[in-house]
């Protein structure tokens, strides 16, 4: 599945899969919630993250809503 509707919304048109938040990727990608702790040139410094060190970071979103426990 390349294609899909954001946030599952069938009344969003039909967006490329690596430009949502779909966990319907042809790719296993981790999804963690994380803060930017620092900008510098052309590099983020985040945390906390559940990754090895050195483990690249392939795309950033910023969060839509709040949930509940967070």
């Known amino acids: 599945m390349l294609e899909v509707h954001p946030r599952g919304d069938r009344r969003n048109p039909l967006t ?13 990608l981790g999804l963690h919630r994380v803060r930017v702790v620092e900008i510098a040139a052309a590099r983020l410094k985040i945390g906390p993250i559940e990754a090895l060190d050195g483990t690249p970071v392939v795309d950033i979103k910023p969060v839509l809503e709040e949930s509940a426990d967070g």
């Open 16 to 28: 490329g899969v690596f430009a949502t938040r779909s966990p319907d990727r042809p790719n296993p």
